[in-house]
């Protein structure tokens, strides 16, 4: 990363250098320094500026060894990079959610200053062994959305990242009559766009991809609309959807696989790189030179290809399957005769009819976009009526007609039935109350801010009507509030330190008193990386999700979690203060006690079930357990 921000910051040196005026006789470079250094605690005198020039001015950047720091034309500091990653010894080790979030408005107001009034918290969530922060600005009671801060610390607090865009001077627009929620709901069904969709999820057990119906949003960008019209607003916000293929590629040199000796010989059966030229030149009009071109062929979802590239223009280049179906062509070189410009109505004619002519007759045009440059067009496969996003094609359209690139999806997804009794009405209103649907701020296209309606967060909801993540999973809400049922639970203490440690269940209430599940212990983990999910995912072959969890289930669960399985099979190696355990479940009760996991007695009891705040107790003395078995230092809450 910091080779190529050092690479990106020689090449800017090349365009014309702006004249820097000084500040009471210091430089730019120096008063940006300093304030770098008061913010971030930098004591290394020895740093390079560079800058680069955009839409909004220079963006300035000071790098020191360790360290990058950029300031906007204004002298905001828009990004921090910390590479040294040197833990904060001021602090006491913090651990919790609420600790990160004092220390990242701390940080917050020392880098914006009053403008940090401006801001509220959005987002506080551990993974991989740091915490990400997001916080978002407010006009009166509306989200900005156009200017956020990213925060990410380490486990101790220290911060790593920090970026902001900066942008509370923008003009807003004044908004009169605003639309109510039920006709601002019939207007984004039909402007922005909500319906009943099949998307794609990567599933850990089979580790393939499959197509999974929902209802969500039908369109590829972030759709937002007016608040005072209910029209589309265009934004710069764009939501990128990619659909993960692997790609088999076949090596010939060297010993080879049964597998590969297999796919070689079916791939005997490709077309060859003259056949390839030809059917572009006969669906496209540009014919690739036979003396420039590399070849090669691969495998992708059972299907076999043979693609070519131009050796002299390696960005013109093409792929055509087995049966002659082009899934891609691409021609950046083509020079474009200024008084062949065509309008665009004309271009969406010769689009749709290069895209039929191929054999694509039955997929829709989802969206297009032009510009000076091009026309861009996405079209979208339904089934049943229903959009399939894994079954897609693109199309680019120079200004003269000719074709810029074409690209096809190729998907082998098997798409499944979308049964639900569920209205887009109905739907959209259950998404409503669980992802929100409220007014925002956003940037149009003018850098004006207009007042909108949309999604507060990407809406997906299952054909029964339950609220779910992009990847088919439970939803998890950002913001956690707290518990109402755990006043009078006498394990009120751990599942509030439990929660702070972001293993939590997605629900006000916690339900003390219910007969653990082993579903509980999944929704539960969910939310945190302190527990390992793969072992729990084990489990899955093992126990039901409404299996009644006994204090023998957990014993086992967690010497798996902790490695200690394979130890566990000699009973006799080990004892323990409970006389009721004996036989195969010795083992694992006996490292739970060693461990602190399970207090000593006289009576284990290991097959009865306990409720979820006892679970909630036993858990916490786990985390406890684990940090000290595995010498993680993230848990000083436990100590």
């Given amino acids: 990363m910091k080779k190529f921000i050092s690479l990106l910051l020689a090449t800017s040196m090349a365009f014309a250098v702006p004249t820097f005026a000084d500040t009471e006789g210091q430089s730019y470079a120096e008063v940006y320094a300093e304030k770098a250094k ?30 990058l720091v950029a300031f906007d034309s204004k002298g905001n500091v828009i990004s921090f990079s910390n590479w040294k990653n040197e833990p904060n010894k001021n602090n006491s080790n913090p651990t919790t959610e609420k600790q990160i979030i004092e220390i990242a408005k701390e940080n917050l107001n020392k880098i914006l200053g009053e403008n940090s009034n401006k801001m509220k918290l959005e987002k506080c969530e551990f993974s991989f062994g740091t915490w990400d922060v997001d916080f978002c600005q407010y006009i009166g009671d509306y989200k900005a959305i156009y200017n956020d801060a990213h925060m990410n610390f380490d486990e101790t ?50 580790r393939d991809n499959y197509l999974f119906p929902c209802f969500t949003t039908t369109s590829y960008t972030t759709s937002y609309i007016s608040a005072t019209n ?6 710069y916000d764009d939501v990128y959807y990619s659909n993960k293929a692997s790609d088999v590629y076949v090596e010939t040199a060297g010993a080879l696989s049964d597998a590969e000796e297999k796919t070689i010989t079916n791939i005997k059966n490709c077309i060859s790189p003259k056949e390839v030229v030809e059917i572009i030149k006969n669906n496209f009009g540009y014919e690739f030179s036979l003396n ?36 891609m062509f691409q021609n950046y070189n083509e020079e474009i005769d200024k008084n062949s410009i065509i309008s665009n109505k004309e271009l969406d004619k010769i ?52 074709v810029n690139k074409f690209y096809f999806s190729d998907s082998t997804l098997e798409v499944p039935k979308f049964e639900s009794d569920l209205s887009v009405e109905n739907a959209f209103d259950k998404c409503a109350d669980t992802f929100g649907f409220t007014l925002k701020y956003v940037l149009n296209k003018n850098d004006k801010a207009v007042l909108a309606y949309s999604f507060d967060d990407n809406p997906f909801l299952s054909p029964e009507g339950k609220p779910i993540t992009s990847n088919n999973e439970e939803y998890v809400p950002k913001i956690f509030n707290g518990y109402t049922d755990i006043d009078d639970c006498p394990q009120k203490e751990y599942i509030e330190k439990l929660a702070d440690l972001g293993l939590r269940f997605n629900s006000s209430e916690f339900s003390p008193n219910s007969t653990l599940t082993f579903n509980d212990i999944k929704t539960l983990e969910s939310n945190s990386n302190i527990v390992d999910f793969y072992e729990i995912n084990y489990f899955k072959n093992i126990y039901t999700d409404d299996h009644k969890m006994t204090k023998y289930d957990i014993s086992k669960l967690f010497c798996s979690i902790l490695g200690l399985s394979s130890l566990c099979q000699n009973s006799n190696n080990y004892k323990t203060s409970y006389s009721d355990v004996y036989g195969e479940n010795l083992p694992y009760v006996a490292l739970c006690e060693s461990l602190g996991i399970f207090n000593s007695g006289t009576e284990f009891n290991g097959n009865s079930t306990i409720t979820r705040g006892e679970f909630a107790q036993i ?21």
Avoid: H
């Fill in 38 to 67: 008061e913010l971030f605690g930098i004591t290394d005198p020895n740093y390079t500026y560079n800058f680069e020039k955009n839409d909004d001015g220079y963006t300035y950047f000071l790098n020191w060894n360790d360290y």
């Fill in 157 to 206: 607090g220290t911060l790593l990242t920090y970026s902001c865009k900066d942008k509370f001077d923008v003009d807003i627009e004044e908004s009169d009559n605003i639309l109510d929620y039920e006709t601002a709901k019939k207007k984004y069904i039909e402007n922005a766009g909500f319906g009943k969709v099949f998307t794609t999820s990567y599933d850990f057990d089979t």
């Fill in 230 to 235: 209910g029209g589309k607003i265009d934004t």
């Fill in 292 to 327: 420039n071109l590399s070849t090669r062929y691969f495998s992708k979802n059972g299907k076999y290809y043979t693609s070519i590239y131009d050796k002299v223009n390696i960005t013109n280049c093409a792929t055509v399957s087995s049966k002659g179906q082009v899934v």
């Fill in 351 to 402: 689009a749709l009819q290069y895209v039929n002519s191929l054999g694509y007759n039955d997929y829709k045009i989802f969206d297009i976009s032009y510009n000076e440059d091009y026309s861009y067009y996405i079209l979208y496969k339904y089934v049943d009526g229903v959009l399939n996003y894994s079954d897609f094609l693109t199309i680019v359209v120079n200004p003269d007609g000719s």
């Fill in 619 to 639: 858990l916490y003395s786990f985390i406890k357990a684990n940090a000290q078995f595995t010498n993680q230092g993230y848990i000083s809450i436990l100590k």
